[in-house]
């Protein structure tokens, strides 16, 4: 009798400690997700300056140029270093679920980029109706793949928070994906600026705030249930 209760308190200690280390792995995870967020952050502040100068030299000026293909790259390069450096420490852990979660956002946030990429690349050059709606079908390319993360994100971490969220932002995305509706886009002080579609300021929100969020919010839950 007890050695059974020996092995139960046992067995006990031992489900106590894989939980204390997935937390802990979380806590790496969360700040992948942080750091997402930074990248995008910047890639935005680089774009906005970019849209400022334009606004006095016009799109013609090699500085608006670098600066229009700085932030994409930014973002490709940020994506590819962050994979590799997170999934080597997340892959020394051996904790399966995490590892998971970097191999799902590495191959989205990747993948969808290059995708876009070529997309884009492979576009006929006009504006008439047919070519405009092909337009804004690229930003599906980047904006499902996500959805799709962050769906698998909560399931994995068991997170109702984070599904709950991912579901009441889907809707919100196609509703203003549907309505077609524009700002102006870039106009700090009031020069310059484009008009985009809402759907794609939502975007620009999930990848910079909502990575932010969720990366804080995993970390807060690691804090509380992993130390």
Known sequence: MDRTIENALDDISLIKAVIVRTQ??????????????????????????????RSFVGDGSWIVQFLGQGYRLL??????????IYYKKIKATNNDISEGMIKIWGMVLIGSYVLSFLYIRLLPIGNDDRL????R????????PVIFALF?????????????????????????????????????????????PLSSISVK???????????WYLKIGAKEHGD
């Open 24 to 53: 802990k792995d979380f806590a790496k995870v969360a700040k992948f997700f942080i750091c997402i967020g930074v990248v995008n952050g910047i890639a935005w502040i680089i774009e906005e300056t970019a849209y400022f100068i």
């Open 137 to 144: 079908c690229r930003e599906l390319i980047e904006v499902l």
């Open 152 to 196: 698998m994100t909560g399931i994995l971490t068991k997170r109702i928070i984070i599904t709950a969220c991912t579901s009441l932002y889907s809707i919100l995305y196609f509703v203003l994906f549907a309505s077609m509706k524009e700002i102006t886009y870039g106009n700090f002080g009031g020069q310059g600026g484009a008009q985009m």
């Open 75 to 84: 973002r490709f390069v940020g994506y590819i270093s962050l994979f590799i």
């Open 205 to 215: 929100c999930i990848m910079i705030l909502g990575m932010f969020f969720l990366g």
């Open 132 to 135: 405009i709606a092909l337009w």
